[in-house]
């Protein structure tokens, strides 16, 4: 998923948040006792999640090619003893581990990087690269997946460890693709549920650029609609210093690129959220040559169908506006429904809700609007599993002091700069999941 490089967490936590005070059900788990037990596990398994956390970082691997990262986490869970079946949709695993009668749970983390270089200067940092689009690009974990990864890890080896305080079936999957917005459909589209179960529910978390020790949560819409455009502005080339002779592509994606913009400044209503931002633009071959056509490749994110239509509508007129004007020939215009919008379950949030608020006190955040963000686990939610999909926070509290004093962003998601700090932020990721699951499987 896209995301920028700023102090907003992945969940949007400068949006206003308010700690409410939890209802009498929470008493019905001891959750300061849960807590602790989860915790006795983690002390005693963390050197070897840090260890973990550590090599899926340094060995990233992009969307559908995690050959390597599947197998890492295929063995990590037979270990555990989950029964697992890899190759679910290409490269996704799932893993199944049967505790008695009771609920089907679902609990997903993603396996994939994004085709970027890191520069966080980390020991451990990635130097990996893979082939993305017909070209070496570097890869890296600047999504947080690597985290996420770690923390599902380490909530199988908590739920096991406690399996006397909880009944059912768990069903971990190891989703593909998510930053293309494609692994959870060809899960799905493998016949997910029809071979393993269709699940009662599910929970996801997510970690972003806010404080670690953070739990963030909302019922109803939590992200974005996305979807993926691709403009291919074709031109005539020729010698660059004979411009006059020739129609330049490069001219009309720079001005597309600036033009667009104006649909979302002048043309949408700016107390609704929407955005268009072009990622990458390909074209020419050396600096004195004039090519015959730019590729560009962005994304637009909008919570509501309406504003959706209305930019999109924008965005096709300027990019036909901008071609008129150079007079060239008709330009590609693609654009592609990705991401749908995450929406949680409010029975599920709200039983998960005084758990979390327990736990972590004022540091679990009820989120009051929905993040920029798109994911693609909401096909599991539209393909009929009621879910919660919670954030966490992974940044030094003084890193993001230090930043908001010196008036500057903390790198967030997505940016080459994103530096989790492994703990507390994997401790937290599984205090918060197995709380969730034990909560919700309680005997």
């Not at 986490?73 to 037979?78: C, D, H, I, Q, Y």
Request: proline fraction near 6%.
């Amino acid at each position: 998923m896209s995301s920028v490089q700023s102090s907003i967490s992945w969940l949007g936590l400068t949006m206003a948040a308010a700690v409410l005070a939890a209802p009498s059900f929470a008493q019905a788990l001891n959750v300061p006792a849960t807590k602790a037990a989860v915790d006795a596990v983690l002390d005693r398994e963390y050197p070897h999640l840090d260890a973990l956390y550590k090599d899926i970082h340094a060995h990233p691997e992009l969307g559908f090619q995690e050959v390597q990262t599947a197998a890492k986490l295929a063995k990590e869970m037979r270990a555990i003893g989950f029964e697992v079946t890899e190759h679910v949709g290409q490269t996704g695993i799932v893993a199944i581990y049967k505790n008695g009668p009771g609920p089907l749970v679902l609990v997903r983390t993603e396996l994939d990087a994004l085709p970027m270089e890191e520069k966080t200067g980390l020991p451990y940092a990635s130097r990996a690269k893979a082939t993305y689009q017909g070209r070496e690009t570097f890869v890296a974990h600047s999504c947080g997946h690597d985290i996420h990864m770690t923390a599902w890890v380490g909530t199988a080896k908590a739920m096991v460890a406690m399996k006397d305080k909880w009944h059912g079936t768990l069903m971990f999957i190891g989703q593909p693709a998510e930053e293309i917005i494609g692994g959870a459909s060809a899960m799905l589209a493998d016949h997910l549920f029809e071979r393993f179960g269709k699940p009662d529910m599910g929970f996801a978390l997510h970690s972003g650029a806010n404080a670690y020790g953070e739990v963030t949560y909302k019922s109803g819409v939590l992200t974005s609609n996305a979807d993926t455009l691709h403009i291919a502005f074709r031109g005539r080339g020729g010698h660059g210093s004979m411009p006059s002779i020739t129609i330049d592509p490069v001219l009309e994606a720079a001005r597309f690129v600036v033009d667009m913009q104006s649909v979302v400044s002048r043309e949408k209503d700016p107390s609704q959220f929407g955005v268009v931002t072009i990622g990458s633009i390909q074209a020419g071959s050396a600096g004195n040559i004039i090519p015959d056509h730019a590729d560009l490749y962005g994304t637009m994110r909008s919570y509501d169908t309406n504003v959706r239509e209305h930019m999109m509508d924008g965005v096709k007129r300027t990019v036909k506006a901008v071609a008129d004007m150079a007079g060239a020939p008709e330009p590609l215009f693609e654009i592609t429904e990705s991401g749908k919008a995450v929406v949680n379950d409010a029975a599920i949030t709200e039983k998960a809700a005084p758990v979390f608020q327990a736990a972590f006190g004022a540091k679990a955040i009820r989120l009051t609007a929905p993040s920029a963000p798109s994911e693609d686990y909401s096909e599991f939610i539209i393909a009929g599993v009621p879910s919660l999909f919670f954030g966490i926070g992974a940044i030094d509290p003084k890193t993001i002091a230090e930043a908001k004093a010196a008036g500057k962003p903390v790198a967030a998601n997505h940016s080459p700069y994103f530096a989790p700090v492994p703990e507390p932020t994997i401790r937290t990721g599984v205090e918060a999941m197995s709380l969730a699951l034990i909560n919700a499987m309680s005997k």
